[in-house]
């Protein structure tokens, strides 16, 4: 394991609902630390180029449209192994699929709005960040 850094967001659904605080507490109490963390409204920019990967498909525009839709939490948190560790934390994309225990499990029903985004890789998460916070 290697000390990693990882780029997490809260998504306007969780916010909304107030659940800000249970899921940066599942957060800390792994261990993992939060380096950067801010409340924000993305922009159609930002919110294109981090799901990039996925226009063309048929979830992409209300994709889009649902994760401008009101204000995010966007974070950088380290730690070791952090993106396999928060990917674990936030279980399956499909909170339906999604382990009892874990964020997506607990705090989602559907896959439209499945409250956290993670980053999958550390090319993603170096990539992320730059997006983000730069
Ligand atoms: P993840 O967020 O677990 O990395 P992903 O990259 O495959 O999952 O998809 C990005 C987001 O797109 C996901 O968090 C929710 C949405 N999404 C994925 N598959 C979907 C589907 N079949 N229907 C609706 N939304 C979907
Ligand atoms: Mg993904």
Known sequence: MTLEQTFLMIKPDAVAAGKIGRIISRLEDTGLKIERMELAQLT??????????????PFYDSLIAYIVSGPVVKMVVSGEGAVAACRKLMGATDPAEAAPGTIRGDFGLTVDANVMHGSDSSASAEREIALFFE
């Open 44 to 57: 159609f920019e930002q919110a294109a180029a981090n799901y990039a990967e996925h226009k063309g498909k």
